[in-house]
């Protein structure tokens, strides 16, 4: 860049300078970089932007550094030209997803969608669809892929036969992900490839009746370990469909909620692409789950904010609706069962404790009441260890360790996560999606008094998200359901609860937004740089047609963006 040029000053005059006119002008240009980036900062203004900080609530100006920074953020007057030229759209914070999984999100957007599958019939006619389309897949190279199916909508528990009834499928290759990730569906080309008998898996669970076909847990891996990867052109390609999809709802910035090394490293190479259009804070997870695997990896945190690597994540049981949550108590529709456990207590407590001894975050999924027991227990020790004879709340506000999905959590043990400040990362689609069937599984007591807490929670920096692929990406449902406790799908609560799904857990609109703004960015180590439009944050922005807080709640389950920033550069636009 010619900075003569710019600032009107010709090369061939500049003997006509003193001395000390020269010396001041070499003093121009050695300009700290903050001080040319606002010289050189562009300006948005709109009819009002809300940017999420206490002392400026709202505004409707605010400039952008060429770096990618909000420059200065003000209310210009309103007979000014600015005000008078502003754009008519309303900005708010761009917005993060606490918990997501961005590879897994770009597969399912190239693979058979099965969610709301309402029978057999229904499920294979979804895959002959997408046959018809990709012909290739089901080879023993190309497995068949998708996601989505639940046995309490199917209304059976599916086996590999179910795929034999359509002789187009018969002798394909099929792996298909339940709808909350945690057992997967398989057809009988790939039962051949396994062993028999196949033996009990501790942690985990194989479907035997009606039939097999079915993996839970842990015994996925057995299947997962013959599956052929899709390569990293494959993956590229994942990357880029997910972004521009989570761009199109609003989001600037994700985290990922489990990525392997490898994938890591793809991640590296990627995260400075034209492509790379959302904020990633990644979880580290093993090659093999729940343990400590420091040599695979390399912290890394990206100075532009693009991708972070500085937390692990770790697993201590299934889903609900698979039955697999470990509990305290034993299940009220299935007596006979507690769930499992994914790593007993004591492996928990190791693992946890030697990551944060290296310094990373430590991220543990748990939804049964007796997993969140054991993250509390195993956060504690290792809250003394790095911090002995130490305040451990002040110890924890230090290392932000979280517990993933928090859903089903003891009393006592909730009193434990207020004072140690273990911040819960949640979903408030989940909470909507599983009304239906909590009740049935907890029964109404356990509901009532530890399922899905999220006002309760509000004091420890909640983190909101949705899970994606488990359940939609869209932000905007995440609010609405943490708001109404009602399903985004429908607008709905189950019968008995008119004013939404145990009501009292809900949360206000302002508390909502923070949860996919300001909670990520504290639980992600961003606290005034994601989350907030303020001189010095990340300049990420999202415009609206109308104001939230003059929109009629309803209105947020169809909500369509107009435009999507980050970095100061416009990432989406509705057509």
């Keep these: 860049m010619d900075w003569f040029r710019l600032r009107g000053v010709r090369r061939d005059t500049l003997w006509l300078y003193s001395s000390a006119a020269v010396v001041s002008l070499a003093g121009l240009i050695k300009l700290r970089q903050g001080a040319l980036d606002y010289i050189f900062s562009e300006t948005h203004c709109y009819q009002a932007v809300q940017t999420n900080q206490e002392t400026l609530p709202y505004v409707n100006c605010f400039s952008v550094s060429p770096t990618g920074a909000f420059s200065d953020v003000f209310q210009a007057d309103a007979d000014s030209d600015l005000a008078r030229n502003a754009d008519p759209g309303y900005a708010i914070p761009g917005l993060w997803d606490g918990h997501g999984h961005l590879l897994q999100y770009g597969e399912f957007l190239n693979s058979v969608d099965l969610f709301g599958a309402q029978s057999m019939d229904d499920a294979r006619s979804r895959i002959r669809e997408y046959l018809e389309n990709k012909p290739t897949a089901g080879s023993r190279d190309e497995w068949l892929r998708g996601i989505g199916w639940d046995q309490m909508v199917l209304g059976q528990t599916p086996t590999a036969a179910d795929f034999a009834a359509d002789e187009r499928l018969t002798d394909l290759y099929i792996m298909l992900d339940r709808v909350d990730v945690h057992c997967i569906w398989v057809s009988q080309a790939v039962l051949d490839l396994l062993p028999v008998p196949l033996p009990d898996v501790e942690g985990g669970e194989i479907i035997r009746e009606p039939g097999m076909g079915v993996f839970c847990d842990n015994a996925m891996d057995m299947v997962m370990a013959l599956w052929p990867k899709p390569d990293n052109e494959k993956k590229k390609a994942f990357v880029k469909s997910a972004m521009a999809k989570l761009n199109e709802v609003g989001l600037v910035g994700i985290h990922d909620a489990g990525v392997t090394p490898g994938n890591l490293k793809l991640y590296r190479t990627l995260a400075r692409s034209d492509d790379w259009t959302v904020r990633v804070y990644a979880m580290i997870e093993c090659y093999e789950r729940n343990t400590f695997c420091p040599g695979d990896v390399e912290k890394y945190v990206d100075p532009d904010g693009w991708l972070s690597i500085q937390s692990v994540k770790l697993f201590a049981d299934g889903a609900l609706g698979s039955w697999g949550s470990a509990l305290i108590d034993p299940y009220t529709d299935r007596p006979e069962t507690s769930g499992s456990l994914l790593v007993n207590a004591s492996e928990l407590v190791y693992a946890t404790t030697a990551w944060a001894s290296q ?217």
């Excluded at 430590?362 to 504690?380: E, K, M, P, Q, Y």
């Excluded at 709340?393 to 928090?406: D, M, V, Y």
């Excluded at 007591?445 to 909640?462: C, K, N, Q």
């Excluded at 300001?518 to 001189?535: C, D, L, N, Q, T």
């Design 359 to 575: 310094g990373y975050q430590v991220n543990i999924h748990a939804i049964g009441d007796l997993a969140n027991r054991h993250a509390v227990d195993s956060f504690t020790a290792a809250l003394r260890l790095l911090c002995p004879g130490h305040d451990l709340k002040a110890c924890q506000s230090e290392h932000r360790f979280r517990i993933e999905h928090s859903q089903i959590i003891h009393p006592d043990d909730q009193t434990r996560i207020h004072a140690l400040g273990i911040i819960p990362s949640m979903q408030p689609t989940h909470a909507t999606s599983d009304m239906s069937y909590a009740e049935v599984r907890l029964g109404k007591e356990r509901t009532t008094r530890e399922a899905y807490r999220m006002r309760s929670l509000l004091d420890v920096h909640p983190v909101l998200g949705s899970d994606f692929p488990v359940e939609p990406p869209n932000p905007f449902q995440g609010i609405y359901a943490a708001v109404t406790r009602k399903s985004p799908h429908t607008g709905q609560a189950p019968e008995g609860y008119p004013n939404g799904w145990y009501a009292e857990e809900s949360l206000d609109l302002h508390q909502a937004l923070r949860g996919f703004t300001e909670g990520p960015a504290y639980g992600g180590f961003m606290k005034g740089k994601a989350g907030v439009i303020r001189r010095g944050s990340y300049a990420d922005w999202v415009v609206l047609d109308q104001s939230l807080d003059t929109m009629d709640i309803e209105d947020l389950r169809s909500l369509k963006v107009r435009e999507t920033w980050v970095a100061g550069q416009m990432v989406y636009k509705r057509q």
